[in-house]
């Protein structure tokens, strides 16, 4: 029976990754294994199983952690073919895992050959870089029910909410009304390009529920292509990747409580279905740490910040999974490195352009107070997965470097299927260490959720639970380390490819980049082919492929 004082509410919030989306799904595919196989022993009364319950009522995230936030909503009502087998060949698809086969598999094993062809031009016209038609495919997939039957899993809330960040081009308008000797300067207009696309689960369209929740549900089809929507908006890193545009109902902007300054306050509701146009959500929030905190304190009814980050008050938690969740010392940093070779001018166009780029992407991160929160051990308010990993030789390797999608700026996944499988099954194995080690409590608790949870359980399985004088809050009953790496082909567990495979993508580049030129409104016909021919393909192409060759070499992906 679940009820306050036997339940732990977890919240989960999922940062922007793009391809390294794959190690975030990792994380999940495991957590939801974890989750299936105690709630299973407790339904079968096993005495070794502990009787508190883990509750999971929000899901956010931004970018590929939206995304994967979605598909994660979309899987839980059918069972999962969780791929924990790294010897099998993993190069076959695996449509039972929506989470693998959405991230890992893709549509193709080979994604830059993809995603470097024309057919998005020919269909719509220039719409980004890179071409985006695979991720309709994707997304597509995604919102249709698996096979076999529905289930219901208990460690999720009947109504579940999920969200996804969103970065409005269109932007909203509110007005706030000032006393001003100008009758004209009375209201003052301002514009929010913060956005979000908010769900809840619900069995049918007329639940009541939270007011600006729009109801979700893959197995009846409500909402669940607008959902999808939501997700492909998110993930559309700018100008890399296609722009989307979508509607929503009115009442889901002005009812919702996130929006009060734009409806509420700004007395400035929408009198019709607004349909906006958006781009990648972590543009603007990429860890809406806070949002998913508000939503966790309204469920856990827990108010007291003090009481929150102690290990004997707490009722929940915020559980963050980062793959770049901080950078490398630049020292260490072969990319950084390579760049500091000549000496530049700071107020270079070029320069300060990349420089406000980089500032626009690190103030959409999480506040550096709250990650500094997250990171603290002695508070228990949140938590936080992050890549880590060993080499060969037993050295630890952590953030950007640990995982292969790290490279080209996180694009490094479409490179090859090898760098997705690795960082999928990096994140299994990294969340099975973290719920082993460090989603833990002390043994000795007074909190009641745990100490009664665990009152039952003979010494010798705490025993065999415990790491050291710390049990886990989510209790594994694998033994540890049994979340395992593949070995690739290279005869090692960090993938790579040849040189000769990374330079036969130069071909792809040049024809997309004289696609593109071709496809310019700016310039006439003939003087875009003669741009083309000129300067364009070629210089433009051997750039592309001089920056991918440096940091798949810095990322020591090549042999």
């Known amino acids: 029976m679940t009820t306050k004082e ?5 919240g989960l919030c999922m940062a922007g990754a793009i391809s390294a989306g794959a190690y975030t799904a990792g994380v999940i595919d495991y957590l939801i294994e974890a989750l299936d196989e105690w709630q299973k022993r407790k339904d079968a009364g096993d005495k070794n199983a502990p009787v508190h319950n883990v509750v999971i009522p929000v899901i956010g995230g931004a ?7 979605i598909i994660t909503a979309a899987s839980i009502g059918r069972a999962i073919n969780h791929v924990k087998n790294p010897s099998q060949n993993l190069w076959d698809p695996i449509p039972g895992n929506k989470l693998y086969h959405t991230w890992v598999d893709l549509t193709s094993d080979n994604m830059l050959d993809v995603m470097l062809s024309d057919s998005d031009l020919k269909k719509y ?17 995604v919102v249709i029910p698996g096979p076999g039957p529905q289930l219901s899993r208990a460690y999720f809330s009947e109504d579940l909410k999920v969200f996804t960040t969103l970065s409005n081009l269109d932007g909203m308008t509110y007005s706030v009304n000032f006393l001003s000797n100008s009758q004209d300067l009375s209201r003052f207009i301002i514009d929010t390009h913060s956005d979000f696309a908010c769900f809840r689960m619900a069995k049918t369209d007329v639940e009541p529920g939270d007011k600006g929740w729009m109801p979700l549900n893959f197995e009846n089809n409500i909402n669940a292509r607008l959902a999808a929507e939501a997700a492909m908006a998110t993930g559309a890193f700018p100008v890399g990747l296609s722009a989307r545009r979508f509607s929503r109902k009115k009442e889901f902007i002005n009812e919702h409580p996130w929006f009060e300054e734009i409806a509420g306050k700004g007395k400035n509701p929408f009198n019709l279905d607004p349909e906006h146009t958006f781009v990648d959500g972590g543009m603007i929030n990429n860890e809406p740490f806070e949002k998913v905190r508000s939503e966790l304190d309204k469920v856990s009814g827990q108010k007291s910040k003090a009481e929150k980050e102690k290990f004997e008050t707490f009722r929940s938690t915020v559980l963050m999974v980062d793959p770049f969740p901080s950078e490398p010392d630049p020292v260490h940093d072969c990319e950084d490195k390579e760049n500091s070779k000549e000496p530049k001018d700071p107020l270079k166009l070029t320069s300060v352009m990349g420089k406000t780029l980089g500032a626009l992407m690190n103030q959409a991160r999480i506040k550096p107070s709250t990650l500094a929160e997250a990171l603290n051990e002695r508070q228990a308010g949140q938590f936080l997965i992050a890549p880590v990993r060993y080499t060969d030789k037993d050295e630890r390797i952590e953030g950007k470097f640990a995982i292969a999608c790290g490279s080209l700026g996180g694009f490094g996944g479409f490179v090859s299927k090898d760098f997705r499988i690795h960082d999928f099954f990096l994140g299994r194995r990294n969340c099975e260490q973290f719920l082993r080690k460090y989603f833990t409590v002390p043994r000795d608790t007074d909190n009641p959720i745990f100490k009664n949870g665990y009152a039952n359980v003979p010494d010798s399985q705490k025993d065999k639970l415990a790491h050291g004088k710390q049990l886990p809050i989510i209790p594994l009953f694998t033994k540890a380390g049994e979340a395992k790496m593949p070995v690739f ?22 024809s997309r980049t004289h696609a593109i030129l071709m496809s310019t409104d700016f310039l006439n016909r003939p003087a875009r082919w003669l741009v083309s021919r000129m300067y364009g393909s070629g210089k433009i192409a051997d750039m592309v492929m001089d920056t991918m060759i440096k940091s798949l070499d810095c990322h020591k992906l090549l042999r």
Do not use: C, H
Request: hydrophobic share 35%; no cysteine.
């Open 6 to 10: 036997n339940t732990f509410y977890l």
């Open 63 to 69: 970018s590929a952690g939206g995304m994967t936030g």
């Open 125 to 141: 016209g220039l719409r980004s870089l890179l071409n985006s038609l695979f991720i309709d495919e994707v997304a597509t997939r």
């Open 489 to 510: 082909q290279n005869q090692s567990n960090w993938p790579s490819i040849s040189r000769r495979r990374a330079n036969n993508f130069k071909s792809g580049v040049r």
